[in-house]
Each structure stands twice: as structure tokens, then as C-alpha cells.
T-cell receptor, first 111, second 116 residues
Framework: QQQVKQSPQSLIVQKGGIPIINCAYE??????FPWYQQFPGKGPALLIA?????SEKKEGRFTISFNKSAKQFSLHIMDSQPGDSATYFCAAIRSTDKLIFGTGTRLQVFP | EPEVTQTPSHQVTQMGQEVILRCVPI?????FYWYRQILGQKVEFLVSFYNNEISEKSEIFDDQFSVERPDGSNFTLKIRSTKLEDSAMYFC??????????????FGSGTQLSVL
């Protein structure tokens, strides 16, 4: 129940493409769903986050879509750039609990 | 933006030795965490710390691990007798009190621990 499942494991797109990363959760008590971006040798950095009372959130080229009934959420990266090449982790948290990470998606954007 | 700082960035140790990983969380944060990431794998929760005590720990966090907040600024992770499988990147994280509407967790850049 504490797991967050993430797919795909890796993703390769050309510059300008729209990679989509999907996550699913079981625990309906989760109330905050962040996405983290991690570059090699660095710690995860918060990219964008959403609460379950919102179906979509957009910040710049990054959009989260949230489907509460399906317990799924996804990250879309519009007009992807080579600099977006990184590992992306979805996560979920419930108030004072620990952050639970998905398994990560390694994204490569080729020029 | 405020930062969580971790030292050292790399630590090499012999199996069986004790190591202490250090973290300085963001000053007005009250929740502190240690996570680890084995190369190429996901980020795993180790322990959370609030109000000077452990609030939750994972099954990874056995008797060989301990955490401490020795003063008002540092937060440390001690591994008493390191094993080869402890080799990983260790991340410290902190966040504001749970009553805040912002649950943003800030991560440090990590300490790469290599056990030989």
C-alpha cells in the first residue's frame, strides 16, 4: 500500500518531443504528489507538485495530470530539451509521513 | 533558495569501520530525514527525525545505524560497523512543520559512501 509504481524505466525522445512518465499509487491517504528531477551526482530537486483536489498543474514546460479515481498521475514535458536529460522520480506523501519515491525514469533527450 | 548542506561529498571506508555523515538542514525546518540511493536504484527512506527523536525508520535502519542532532544546526547519520552493502549515496533532507501547506522536501547533494 505504501508503494508508488512508476513507468517506464527509461525513455528516449528527440528534442521537441513530449515525454510522458506515469505513476500509480494505492494508499488513498496520500495528499501531496511531487515530482523530483535528479542529475547525476546530485540530490533530487523538486520540479513540480500537485494535490489530489486538482486535476492538472502546469509550471513552464512541465505539466502534471492527476486522476484521483484511477489513483494515477503523470508528468508531461513539453518541447523537451537535451538539458532535460535526467532521472525523474514521482513521489507521494501523507502529511507527517515520509516521502515515498517511485522507481525512477531515466530520460534522454537527443538533439 | 536555502540549501541543505552535506559533508563530506565522498567518503571511502574499510568494511567494519564507523562512519559519520553530516548534514546541516535548513534553519527553520523541523523535520529531518535520511534517504539512500544505491547506484541506479530508487531513493529509499531510512529514517525521519522530529522533536529530537526518531519518528519513523525503515527496515534498512537496523542497530548499526543511528541519528543525532548534537546541536541546533547539525544532523548526523552514524553507521557503526560498515558493510559492503552500505555503499550508496546518502541524502539528507528537511522540511518545515507538517502544519504548513508546503510539504516541500529539500534534499542535500548527498554523500557518496564507498565501503571497501
Amino acid at each position: 500500500q505504501q508503494q508508488v509504481k512508476q513507468s517506464p524505466q527509461s525513455l528516449i525522445v528527440q528534442k521537441g518531443g513530449i515525454p510522458i512518465i506515469n505513476c500509480a499509487y494505492e494508499n488513498t491517504a496520500f495528499d501531496y504528489f511531487p515530482w523530483y528531477q535528479q542529475f547525476p551526482g546530485k540530490g533530487p530537486a523538486l520540479l513540480i507538485a500537485i494535490r489530489p483536489d486538482v486535476s492538472e498543474k502546469k509550471e513552464g514546460r512541465f505539466t502534471i495530470s492527476f486522476n484521483k479515481s484511477a489513483k494515477q498521475f503523470s508528468l508531461h514535458i513539453m518541447d523537451s530539451q537535451p538539458g532535460d536529460s535526467a532521472t525523474y522520480f514521482c513521489a507521494a506523501i501523507r502529511s507527517t509521513d515520509k516521502l515515498i519515491f517511485g522507481t525512477g525514469t531515466r530520460l534522454q533527450v537527443f538533439p | 533558495e536555502p540549501e541543505v548542506t552535506q559533508t563530506p561529498s565522498h567518503q571511502v571506508t574499510q568494511m567494519g569501520q564507523e562512519v559519520i555523515l553530516r548534514c546541516v538542514p535548513i534553519s527553520n525546518h523541523l523535520y529531518f530525514y535520511w534517504y539512500r540511493q544505491i547506484l541506479g536504484q530508487k531513493v529509499e527512506f531510512l529514517v525521519s527525525f522530529y522533536n529530537n527523536e526518531i519518528s519513523e525508520k525503515s527496515e534498512i535502519f537496523d542497530d548499526q545505524f543511528s541519528v543525532e542532532r548534537p546541536d541546533g544546526s547539525n544532523f548526523t547519520l552514524k553507521i557503526r560497523s560498515t558493510k559492503l552493502e552500505d555503499s550508496a549515496m546518502y541524502f539528507c533532507a528537511s522540511r518545515r512543520p507538517p502544519s504548513s501547506t508546503n510539504e516541500k522536501l529539500f534534499f542535500g547533494s548527498g554523500t557518496q559512501l564507498s565501503v571497501l
